[in-house]
């Protein structure tokens, strides 16, 4: 089985930083995409950044600037350093992976999310 394990998470004050890291592990034959999404109370799960296996990014309009994703495609791991962070920010934050366990058979895996609070 493939299991996408955060941690990382945690009370950190406005203005601070905090680094988030996801593993995946289990039957990994590639993996393409990772990225991370976060949900506050009472809103849809919106997407944070994206990286693919060549390092492209993308970020989501709120988060430019103040947060960073990388990867270790050996380790296949998914990092997402948050600095200047805001009480805005305060959700619980999931990693996904696009995974595929064998040659052709690809899906989309998510972490069980890691708690992320901002508050003074």
């Known amino acids: 089985q493939v299991q996408l394990v955060e941690s990382g998470g945690g009370l950190v004050q406005p203005g601070g930083s905090l680094r988030l890291s996801c593993a995946a592990s289990g039957s990994i034959f590639s993996i393409n995409v990772m990225g991370w999404y ?11 950044a994206v990286i693919t296996a060549g390092g492209s990014t993308n970020y989501a309009d709120s988060v430019k600037g103040r947060f960073t994703i990388s990867r270790d ?18 959700a619980v934050y999931y990693c996904n992976a696009d995974l595929s366990p064998t040659y052709g058979n690809t899906r989309r895996y998510w972490g069980q999310g890691t708690q992320v609070t901002v508050s003074s």
Do not use: F, H
């Not at 976060?38 to 944070?48: C, D, N």
């Not at 495609?73 to 305060?90: H, I, R």
């Open 73 to 90: 495609n050996a380790k296949n791991t998914v990092y997402l350093q948050m600095n200047s962070l805001k009480p805005e920010d305060t």
């Open 38 to 48: 976060r949900q506050a109370p009472g809103s849809q799960r919106e997407l944070v």
